[in-house]
């Protein structure tokens, strides 16, 4: 699975045979000890005692809960990419569109500012997640269609951002 965390791009596979975690990231082997509980939960074996962790995920993202804090980590995978290009040619203009219903905490950039690949747009609040999306392309803001504090649906394009167009 190829995820996002804080702009860093992790390779990550993982399986679990005989109470042990399995885990290539980024081409590193790493193991942990472990007591699986359900599907959504394990414990993990750290400095002799066991803390739980927790896993959900959506469409779009993974969610950990592990010693009290919240990491969400963003699929890069192409079909799971959290905006839509329905209506535009994919390499020119990226229509933002939440991942899931939620609330928007903040908006990072402006009309008019330039962005590059990778930088961040928004930030969307679900299930007290924070999610933050990221550009896809270099370009323009051209249209932002939401505020702090806005609710919103994933139908919804949240803001526009188009490639500048070189002649």
């Keep these: 699975m190829n995820l996002t965390y804080e702009n860093k791009k992790y390779n990550v596979e993982s399986k679990i045979e005989e109470n042990i975690l399995k885990s290539q990231i980024n ?4 193991s942990f000890n472990i007591r699986k509980i359900n599907d959504n939960t394990i414990a993990i074996l750290s400095d002799g005692k066991y803390s ?31 905006y839509d290009t329905s209506d535009a040619d994919s390499s ?3 229509l933002v569109k939440a991942p899931m219903p939620g609330c928007v905490v903040k908006v990072e950039v402006e009309s ?7 930088s961040a747009l928004l930030i969307v609040e679900a299930m007290k997640m924070e999610t933050c999306i990221f550009s896809t392309i270099s370009g ?3 249209e932002i269609n939401v ?4 609710q919103v649906d994933p139908d919804k394009i949240l803001l526009k951002v188009e490639k500048v167009k070189t002649e």
Excluded: M, P, R, W
Aim: net charge negative; no cysteine.
């Design 112 to 118: 008019g500012a330039a962005v590059e690949e990778g």
């Design 147 to 150: 505020k702090a504090g806005e």
């Design 27 to 30: 081409g590193e082997s790493k």
């Design 92 to 94: 020119d203009i990226l």
């Design 52 to 82: 739980n962790a927790y896993f959900a995920e959506d469409s779009n993202n993974l969610f950990v809960n592990y010693q009290g804090y919240n990491y969400v980590f963003t699929k890069t995978k192409e079909e799971e990419k959290s």
């Design 140 to 142: 323009i803001v051209t």
